[in-house]
C-alpha cells in the first residue's frame, strides 16, 4: 500500500499569510501513460464531510478559491493557501487514488495564529 | 443537485451486525464507482470499501476483508454496506462518496457507527 504523510500535523498562520501543507507518497503517484498525478486534497471543518479541493494534484475544483493551490509531481506535493482567511481555518487531507487502496495522509490541522 | 444520504448506523454490540444505506440523488448513479470512507472520532480519512458501476468489482480495505460487502441497487440509486463481526475498532463516522477520476468528489454527511458493549 501506498503510505501517504503530511507535514506538518498542525499549522498556525496569522490571517492574510501565506500557509503551506506538503504531503509526501511512499511510492510515486505520477501515471505514466497520461502524466497525471493521482493526488487529491480535501478540506475537512468540523462536524462536515470532506470537501475535494484539488485533483490531479494542481487542477482546482469548481467553485474553488483561487488563493487555494496545488504542486508539486511523482512523490512530493504541497498545498498553498497564499493569504489565509478565516474560512480557510480546518483539517486539510492529501490522498492518492493512483492505486487500490487508496489511502489519505493523517491531516494537517490549520488555525489562526 | 448531487445528493448523497446515508442512514442504518446506530450502537451495536461487538460482533454484531448493521447495514449502512446511501440514498444517492442528482446524477446517473449506474456510472460511477461508488465507495465508503470512514472516520473513527477525532481521527483521519481511511478508505474502506468501492464498487463498480456494474458492481461486479468490489474491493476492501484488509481490516474488513471477509466482515464487511458492499453492493449497489442501480435501480434504486442506493449503495449499501453490511457489517458482520462488528468490534470496537470499527467504531466512525461511515461516509457514502462518489468515485471519480479526480477522487472523492462528492461526500454524504455520514453515518454514526458505535460499537459498544
Known amino acids: 500500500d501506498i503510505v501517504m504523510t503530511q507535514s506538518p500535523d498542525s499549522l498556525a498562520v496569522s490571517l492574510g499569510e501565506r500557509a503551506t501543507i506538503n504531503c509526501k507518497s511512499s511510492?510515486?503517484?505520477?501515471?505514466?501513460?497520461?502524466?497525471?498525478?493521482?493526488l487529491a486534497w480535501y478540506q475537512q471543518k468540523p462536524g462536515q464531510p470532506p470537501k475535494l479541493l484539488i485533483y490531479?494534484?494542481?487542477t482546482r475544483e469548481s467553485g474553488v478559491p483561487d488563493r487555494l493551490s496545488g504542486s508539486g509531481s511523482g512523490t512530493d506535493f504541497t498545498l498553498t493557501i497564499s493569504s489565509l482567511q478565516a474560512e480557510d481555518v480546518a483539517v486539510y487531507y492529501c490522498?492518492?487514488?493512483?492505486?487500490?487502496?487508496?489511502?489519505f495522509g493523517q491531516g494537517t490541522k490549520l488555525e489562526i495564529k | 443537485e448531487v445528493q448523497l444520504v446515508e442512514s442504518g448506523g446506530g450502537l451495536v454490540q461487538p460482533g454484531g451486525s448493521l447495514r449502512l444505506s446511501c440514498a444517492a440523488s442528482?446524477?446517473?448513479?449506474?456510472?460511477?464507482?461508488m465507495s465508503w470512507v470512514r472516520q473513527a472520532p477525532g481521527k483521519g480519512l481511511e478508505w474502506v470499501a468501492n464498487?463498480?458501476?456494474?458492481?461486479?468489482?468490489?474491493y476492501y480495505v484488509d481490516s474488513v476483508k471477509g466482515r464487511f460487502t458492499i453492493s449497489r441497487d442501480n435501480a434504486k440509486n442506493s449503495l449499501f454496506l453490511q457489517m458482520n463481526s462488528l468490534r470496537a475498532e470499527d467504531t466512525a463516522v461511515y461516509y457514502c462518496?462518489?468515485?471519480?477520476?479526480?477522487?472523492?468528489?462528492?461526500w454524504g454527511q455520514g453515518t454514526l457507527v458505535t460499537v459498544s458493549s
Open positions: 490522498q492518492h487514488y493512483y492505486s487500490t487502496p487508496p489511502t
Open positions: 462518496a462518489r468515485a471519480h477520476s479526480k477522487g472523492f468528489d462528492y
Open positions: 511510492q510515486s503517484v505520477l501515471y505514466s501513460s497520461n502524466n497525471k498525478n493521482y
Open positions: 464498487i463498480q458501476q456494474d458492481g461486479d468489482e468490489k
Open positions: 442528482g446524477f446517473t448513479f449506474s456510472s460511477y464507482w
Open positions: 490531479w494534484a494542481s
